[in-house]
């Protein structure tokens, strides 16, 4: 069962003419002992946000970022998160600038 994780606000992103979004659909399962320190350390990673968590302990997040470097670096810097057992992405999608700005 999916429970929606309460979001501490809403982040805008401006983009810049020339650049691009790309965003990654990301399925993080952490150790059940560190279960919420997992989900406090995944809330402080920038362009990260959790959309929902399983009893289970897993996290359905979202990176979003306009560089596609950053966006797996972050996918890699989650398996530093203690508590992290996997991190898969099972999503990407890359807007370009004219979608992106209009």
Not at 3 to 8: A, S
Not at 28 to 38: L, T
Not at 49 to 74: C, G, K, L, N, Y
Request: glycine letters at 4%; proline letters at 4%; charged letters at 20%.
């Amino acid at each position: 069962m999916f429970h929606r994780t309460p979001q501490p606000q809403a982040r805008v992103q401006l983009l810049q003419w020339g650049e691009e979004m790309n965003i990654a659909g990301v399925l993080v399962h952490a150790r059940s002992d560190f279960s919420e320190q997992v989900a406090a350390s995944l809330g402080q990673i920038p362009g990260l946000e959790i959309h929902a968590r399983t009893e289970d302990h897993r996290f359905v997040i979202t990176i979003e970022e306009h560089d596609q470097a950053i966006i797996s670096e972050t996918l890699l810097k989650l398996y530093s998160v203690e508590g992290v057992l996997s991190a898969a992405m099972v999503y990407q999608h890359c807007e370009p600038e004219e979608s992106a700005t209009s």
